[in-house]
């Protein structure tokens, strides 16, 4: 049994297909092939692949079509079903090259031959399923009619019975692509560090305040309450058409004209999907909707109660509320789930910094469109945008009406709310360290969380830290710390005691016997004396070569292990005059920094100057030899 896709207008596809129909009658020898694969090919094709006619067909695209496509969106509950695919995709080549559609098919030809073993495996391997092919072989096992619309429903209603018993939930049996709602696949989309930077987050108390000031779940609960004492359901668990008007006045919805039932007022439909979601609403074996469990313990229940709800809702959000858009699965091949989840991601990564707007839109409209080809995906996402507007200001809106996003002007960013769920969700596969009380954060938790974060949230701990403690005892306390650490560490902490001012002097003289630190004391003691070391340094404080390559060689080696061969060449460049670099590298070699010596080695691996890289090789291979 094949599902078959309803054929669009005639297009290059669809006359290949007639043809080809047409061509089989009459071909020597005789293909085996079956026209109604071959129209279903040349429909996957159309769709799913970035060609405009069938002969565009290149290298890897049967591959792709077969081993992935195919698998994915077909439904073939047995190897025998799909055992005509290869021979008529085999037939289909030759059909396009023997009417001049293609030059040659040759390479495809090879391309079936090398495919074909594998291909019935991949089609009856769940692993390869898409999510309507998953729900359809599932309804096959239960030997459910597919033809027949009600007893689908049906079968839905009690699937999703089974899985949240005593809820009649209408949510959908299957994320779309599971895969990409789990936030271990974005650990590696987004090239995330085992370690990401610390975060300040409020108390739990501040926390679950903040997640009971949530628009959404405060309208949910409304509906759930006016329901909840005995309004008659539709039996897939939706309300019934003849109560949406009044549930629409209730929370001052409009309801468009002519609307039926609930699946024509967007908005209602989403509150009742969330209500139910978090059990502020259930329905017994009459379908009669009754107050769930839950209810009591929104807004006023503990802080755990109200922080448990806040997050199911926004679970339910990033992974359900588009698919509530899609009610009738038209947009099945979009990846809503991995749309809404690398949103997400990106504000938790763009911290305070936030991201425009205009850039939410186009990740979620790149993230939503990954499956498809160019034309697929044009086509697909501007359906989608006419049928529910964008997708990036749904999600974004609904998050900041949960409250776990906020607007500022053309910038969307997470609350410390927000934050905090992100963090949790991610804490099962990278580790994200809290940063303690001002008052109780050391030095060495200032500076390493300085190694990772962006520059304005250092700034304000370094505020709030300073504030704890006489400048003079921060001051020594940096210095210390930057003079044990690696050369990240030592340029923060020595930045951050030079914002100390003039109450750090003292420890600042006493850094100039310190050779990892004395290069950095010359600076700092010239910005206290307000003098400028180059046109007017301080008596014997002058800044020599040895200052200059000991603070380059800390720069370089600080750099994050993916820096490009570009950047360390401008780090290098703004350093040191063209030409000069030979003589810079001498000094390197003899410095008595042991960064200096890293740094050559690195400028010897990835210097984009092959001239540049060979001298700095040899300068390393001194320092090393010199021990």
């Known amino acids: 049994m094949v599902s078959r896709m309803a054929a669009e207008p005639q297009d290059a596809f669809g006359t290949a297909a007639e043809d080809f129909a047409a061509w089989v009658q009459v071909a020597d020898p005789a293909p085996a092939a079956d026209p109604q694969e071959a129209r279903l090919l040349l429909d996957l094709m159309r769709d799913y692949l970035d060609i405009d006619e069938p002969g565009e067909l290149a290298a890897g695209d049967l591959r792709e079509l077969l081993l992935e496509i195919y698998p994915r969106k077909i439904t073939v509950l047995s190897k025998k079903d799909a055992a005509d695919t290869v021979p008529t995709a085999r037939a289909l080549v030759r059909f396009l090259a023997e009417t001049s559609r293609m030059k040659s098919a040759t390479g495809l030809q090879r391309e079936l031959d090398e495919l074909e073993p594998g291909f019935l495996d991949a089609v009856m391997d769940p692993a390869r399923w898409g999510m309507a092919r998953t729900l359809m072989q599932s309804m096959a096992a239960d030997e459910v009619d597919i033809g027949d619309q009600a007893a689908v429903d049906a079968w839905i209603a009690g699937y999703n019975a089974r899985q949240q018993p005593g809820l009649a939930s209408a949510e959908e049996p299957f994320d779309d692509d599971d895969d990409d709602d789990d936030y271990e696949s974005f650990k590696e989309a987004f090239g995330l560090a085992d370690q990401l930077p610390a975060l300040r987050l409020p108390e739990p108390a501040e926390l679950a305040q903040a997640a009971r000031g949530s628009k959404l779940l405060a309208r949910a609960r409304e509906l759930a309450t006016w329901a909840g004492d005995g309004k008659q359901l539709a039996p897939d668990g939706e309300l019934a058409p003849a109560d949406v008007a009044a549930a629409a006045q209730l929370l001052h919805i409009q ?321 040191v005059p063209r030409g000069q670099e030979e003589q810079i590298f001498e000094l390197m070699w003899r410095s008595a920094n042991p960064a200096a010596g890293q740094a050559l080695d690195a400028l010897g691996r990835h210097h984009p100057d092959k001239k540049i890289a060979k001298a700095a090789r040899k300068a390393a291979f001194k320092a090393r030899s010199r021990g």
Not at 407 to 430: C, H, K, N, Y
Not at 480 to 489: D, F, K, T, W
Not at 524 to 538: V, Y
């Open 255 to 575: 309801v468009p004209p002519g609307a039926v039932d609930s699946q024509d007022v967007p908005a209602l439909r989403q509150l009742w999907h969330l209500a139910r979601c978090v059990w502020f609403v259930g329905a017994d074996e009459e379908h009669l909707a009754g107050t769930g469990e839950s209810i009591d313990e929104w807004p006023d229940g503990d802080e755990d109660e109200v922080l448990s709800l806040w997050s199911e809702a926004f679970g339910h959000l990033v992974g359900h509320s588009l698919g509530v858009d899609d009610q009738d699965g038209s947009f099945a091949d979009l990846s809503l789930g991995g749309a809404a989840g690398g949103l997400t991601m990106a504000l938790f990564l763009a911290r305070d910094e936030g991201m425009p707007r205009g850039e939410c839109r186009d990740l979620v409209r790149d993230l939503a469109t990954s499956e498809l080809g160019g034309a697929a995906a044009r086509k697909k996402w501007a359906a989608w945008t006419r049928a529910h507007g964008d997708m990036a200001d749904l999600l974004l809106d609904r998050m900041a009406a949960h409250g776990a996003a906020e607007i500022d002007g053309d910038v969307a960013r997470l609350t410390p709310l927000g934050m905090w769920q992100m963090r949790m969700e991610l804490s099962e596969f990278v580790e994200i360290p809290l940063l303690p009380a001002p008052e109780e954060m050391t030095a060495a938790d200032l500076v390493s969380f300085g190694t990772q974060a962006p520059e304005d949230e250092l700034a304000r701990e370094l505020a709030a830290w300073l504030a704890t403690r006489p400048a003079a005892d921060a001051a020594s306390e940096l210095l210390r710390v930057a003079a044990h650490g690696l050369p990240a560490e030592r340029m923060i902490g020595a930045g951050l005691a030079t914002s100390v001012g003039a109450a750090a002097e003292p420890m600042w003289r006493e850094a100039l016997g310190n050779p990892a630190l004395r290069s950095y004391a010359k600076v700092a003691l010239h910005q206290i004396a307000g003098q400028d070391p180059a046109t007017d340094p301080l008596p014997g404080l002058e800044l020599g070569p040895e200052d200059a390559v000991s603070l380059l060689g800390d720069t370089i080696v600080a750099m994050p292990d993916e820096v490009s061969g570009e950047e360390l060449a401008e780090t290098l460049r703004l350093a």
